[in-house]
């Protein structure tokens, strides 16, 4: 059976009201997303949007959420190409950093300015 979905267009991280410049400051900032204007009705909302890098799923999206509870074990998975560089400024910055090795495979877990757990792959050593 020829699957239905083709790719993914965006994925959605929960933030609590009033998070958009720590939003900002972690995903922007200490990730280097560029950010992108919400459509204007949807901007009333609150949250922000980033642009990932090309050949990526598109976009991710960070909406306010009123009943706020960090996501600790359901995550997105970043691919980067260095992720103890990565592990040391989120660190610095003050963020949770947990680092393990899989299958010969980096892996950096860091929590956002919410709780929000990310994962961060190298490839494979």
Same mark, same amino acid.
């Given at each position: ?46 949250? $922000? ?7 990526? $799923? ?52 860091? $929590? ?14």
């Amino acid at each position: 059976m020829k699957p239905l979905v083709s790719s993914i267009v965006h994925v959605q991280v929960a933030i609590p009201e009033g998070g958009e410049d720590k939003a900002r400051a972690f995903y922007g900032g200490l990730l280097g997303l560029t950010e992108i204007p919400k459509p204007s009705e949807l901007a009333k909302r609150g949250g $922000c949007w980033f642009e990932l890098p090309e050949g990526t $799923c598109g976009q991710l999206h960070l909406g306010v959420d009123p009943d706020f509870r960090p996501a600790r074990k359901a995550h997105v998975a970043f691919l980067t190409a260095d992720g103890a560089e990565l592990a040391e400024r989120a660190r610095s910055q003050g963020h949770e950093v947990v680092q393990e090795q899989a299958d010969g495979t980096e892996q950096v877990y860091i $929590c956002d300015s919410f709780g929000n757990r990310l994962e961060f792959m190298g490839r494979e050593a």
